[in-house]
T-cell receptor, first 114, second 116 residues
């Protein structure tokens, strides 16, 4: 069966520090991968998605970036965090080329920028 | 543009009551997919159900049931005989085809609190 791992679970970082959140998927090949952010107030915002190694699409311009160095690995990064980057970050995967495939989410990373 | 509206921000019920969570969507796609997710206090989003636009059959799974009506662009979720463990934020979502991958547009969520 497929599993998705996301770490760390919580993170407290000072403003201006770098960020690296990692997500890996097991049990499937060539998944679509996603990064979402959930700010206070519950809304889920799509940040990045990827349909293959090295292919990243950005939905929201900001100081975050994403990379997919391996088929089942998705990394969210920042060179300098802002206070507004605080939030709950969720990684997700879905089956490729399947229109009705649901997204399956990791447990999330709660990021607090101080 | 695709849009999902969950007008109920918060709902509070007493255990064993039935509760319906509303979801209204907007899309120009003729083929689309609707989803419900549950987010318990621990934070992870749990997939509950998927529905495609050409299947308006209602679905029941245990205490959960879903009512999909294309005529009113609604996909409502009912929990029968609610339990404290049902307390969570529930999200309705609509898939769209944008570029090479389908993506989900989420509603703002409904916080359900079931009191003992």
């Amino acid at each position: 069966s497929q599993t998705i791992h996301q770490w760390p679970a919580t993170l407290v970082q000072p403003v201006g520090s770098p960020l690296s959140l990692e997500c890996t998927v097991e049990g499937t090949s060539n998944p679509n991968l996603y990064w979402y952010r959930q700010a206070a107030g519950r809304g889920l915002q799509l940040l990045f998605y990827s349909v293959g190694i090295g292919q990243i699409s950005s939905e929201v311009p900001q100081n975050l970036s994403a990379s997919r160095p391996q088929d089942r690995q998705f990394i969210l990064s920042s060179k300098k965090l802002l206070l507004s980057d605080s939030g709950f970050y969720l990684c997700a995967w879905s089956a490729p080329w399947t229109a009705d495939s649901p997204l399956h989410f990791g447990n999330g990373t709660r990021l607090t920028v101080t | 543009a695709q849009k999902v509206t969950q007008a109920q921000t918060e709902i509070s019920v007493v255990e064993k009551e039935d509760v319906t969570l509303d979801c209204v969507y907007e899309t120009r796609d003729t083929t689309y997919y609707l989803f419900w997710y549950k987010q318990p206090p621990s934070g992870e989003l749990v997939f509950l159900i998927r529905r495609n636009s050409f299947d308006e059959q209602n679905e029941i799974s245990g205490r959960y049931s879903w009512n999909f009506q294309k005529s009113t662009s609604s996909f409502n979720f009912t929990i029968t005989a609610s339990q404290v463990v049902d307390s969570a934020v529930y999200f309705c979502a609509l898939s769209e085809e944008r570029g090479p991958a389908r993506q989900l547009t989420f509603g703002s969520g409904t916080q359900l609190t079931v009191l003992p």
